[in-house]
């Protein structure tokens, strides 16, 4: 079951008949291989995932109410299926409350996910969970970028090129304070994007003069968007079916993407660009052997970055890397 499955089903449902009743209606199609599961629409045509609920003692969560998503849990719903059958049941409900196409696309999309990681019949407290996580994502949608898209190419780029996506996707932003985008073990890694044809990037002096023994990094590729290639779409769509297995690592990488881009997420996400470009330029560069600022600097002066010019200086083969470090290889791309 994927999130374009999910929205196809819920494009053929038709908006229920409102009444004059207490009880939410929602016209719902269950989600095949997923019982308990159902999308569907409320009486004003909102998108809508619904989790059959048991009546667990104890209190119930509190509801959830974001600008573009709601959640309210263990509530008595009315549904009416595809055979024109109704029934009452105790429902937690998670509504997407923009309008917009690409906004519900992505909802269901990390419905989807969470449907997967859940499986049938969850717990309150896993169901809850896998909520809250639902409204981060939404909660970071509504916010700045934070990183700039070429950039978040690029890392997705490298990413779905990786011998081993899984282990990529768990070295990823270990920490939004890190300095390299990868780090694992004794191994750190930066990628840099250039918009034009000189490989030419901006460093951080804590990138060029990296913990002691560590194998630092700089995986170096040249971006250029085109009408049509490949999109931040298609990098999260080949990534997750690499990642079916975990879907832990899913939501990892969707929380990454939607914090990245913020409110610029649904119109970015269809954004394409050159991938023969990027796939031909990717190269590796030692951080500790490129031209850069190596003198320490004075205690009191931070955040110092300088623009480093790579082009004509020799990339490190894969072999130079997996000498430095065997793990290399899962971050490598298949030659």
Known sequence: ??????????????????????????????????????????????????VE?????GRKPPPIR???LDAQFELECQVSNADSTTRLGLFTVIRCRSPETETIRYFLSVCSVIMRHLGSEPSRANLAAAVRRIASIFQSIKKPPVRSLTGLFGELFVISRSRSPMRTVSAWRVDE?????????DIRIDVKT???????????????????????????????????GVSIDDLVGSIEARLAGDPELVLKLH??????LGAELTTSLRVTFDNRLAESSLQFFDLRTIPAVRDPIQ???????????????????FQELTDQ???????????
Request: hydrophobic content about 40%; proline content about 9%.
């Open 1 to 50: 079951m994927t999130g374009g499955t999910l929205f196809t089903m819920f494009e053929g449902v038709t908006v229920p008949h409102s009444e004059n009743s207490e009880t939410p209606i929602f016209a719902v199609r269950c989600a095949p291989g997923h019982d308990g599961y159902f999308v569907g629409r409320d009486v004003i045509g909102q998108a809508c995932l619904l």
């Open 299 to 317: 205690p009191r002066v931070s955040d110092v970055r300088f623009a480093v010019d790579l082009s004509g200086l020799p990339p490190l083969s």
């Open 194 to 228: 250039s918009a034009g044809r000189a490989r030419k990037h901006i460093f951080a002096y804590d990138q060029c003069n990296p913990p002691r023994n560590t194998h630092a990094v700089v995986a170096s590729l040249m971006v250029e968007r085109v009408p049509r």
């Open 53 to 57: 609920t048991q009546d667990e003692p």
């Open 325 to 335: 470090d065997p793990y290399f290889w899962d971050f490598l791309p298949a030659e």
């Open 177 to 185: 304070m890190s300095r390299f985008d990868f780090s694992v073990g």
């Open 66 to 68: 974001l600008e573009s």
């Open 255 to 260: 929380d990454i993407v939607a914090s990245t």
